[in-house]
């Protein structure tokens, strides 16, 4: 049987010959809001300038972008910086660079910013059957053709009914733990702070309304969307569960996480969790 759209999304993405190994620079395949406005780094900037003054203008203070593209964010936020003269040390951190997902705690104080990077990070794909049972969704990497296999695991079947109950056989389903473990490790790189994440996302009001049974698996080749097949050639994102990351916080007593929606008809969010 082919692999699973999780294990067939990774080696696409990471593998020897995969997306982010074959295109050190993905601009050319697709855009975020950060390469076409700099509006998104001034608010970056200014959340990240709020929680600097709280914890009292420590030093040093870092803001790392996790998961840079083309590094843009690093430089509107340094140019912001010596607008106001502020000693902050700005980096980028590069999916080429590593996998992002063993970024180690560096401690001290910071804000780390995930930028539409959990759309990006693999995860397992699901299909309700007849009797609402999540089987896995396997994939030619190839052809992109798919296959119904076996029942998910126990842990994805639970995560599936917390945060992406059933409603009708036949309704596709994204198990988000792979989105909120990567999260969890954003949290601990610093020790005081805020983490960021800013990326498309599915609320469980939406979700349970069964607005997104279709699934949100997408590709992204020469700045188009096409139809998400794992060969290595093409960007795949699909939504993020804001709500289950929001939990991740909860879980280690952070304080109350921030989430806000700028456009009401959009699926774009924005999560601050303080740290």
Not at 50 to 62: Q, V
Not at 92 to 106: A, E, H, K, T, Y
Not at 251 to 265: C, F, K, S
Request: aromatic content about 8%; overall charge negative.
């Amino acid at each position: 049987m082919s692999p699973t759209w999780c294990a067939a999304w990774e080696h696409a993405h990471y593998g020897p010959d995969g997306f982010y190994r074959r295109n050190a620079d993905p601009v050319a395949h697709f855009r975020t809001t950060i390469m076409d406005s700099a509006a998104t780094s001034q608010r970056i900037f200014e959340i990240a300038l709020m929680h600097y003054r709280r914890l009292g203008e420590p030093a040093p203070f870092t803001v790392l972008d996790a998961g840079a593209g083309g590094e843009q964010l690093a430089r509107d936020v340094r140019q912001l910086c010596d607008h106001r003269k502020l000693p902050w040390q700005v980096e980028s951190l590069n999916v080429p660079d590593g996998d992002i997902r063993d970024i180690s705690p560096r401690g001290g104080a910071g804000v780390v910013v995930a930028h539409e990077l959990l759309d990006d990070i693999p995860l397992q794909v699901a299909e309700l059957d007849d009797t609402l049972a999540p089987r896995v969704v396997h994939v030619d990497p190839v052809t992109g053709v798919e296959t119904l296999g076996e029942i998910a695991s126990a842990a994805d079947a639970q995560w599936l009914e917390q945060w992406w109950p059933a409603t009708v056989p036949g309704a596709r389903r994204e198990v988000g733990s792979t989105r909120d473990a990567l999260w969890g490790t954003l949290l601990n790189v610093f020790d005081h702070g805020c983490a960021i994440a800013v990326d498309y996302c599915t609320t469980q009001a939406e979700r349970e309304r069964g607005v997104f049974d279709a699934g949100t698996l997408a590709g992204y080749r020469t700045g188009r969307i096409v139809r998400p097949v794992p060969d290595g050639s093409t960007n795949i994102t699909a939504h993020v569960c804001v709500e289950s990351l929001v939990a991740v916080g909860e879980q280690r007593g952070l304080p109350t996480a921030d989430v806000t929606r700028p456009e009401r008809h959009s699926d774009f969010h924005w999560l601050v969790q303080p740290i």
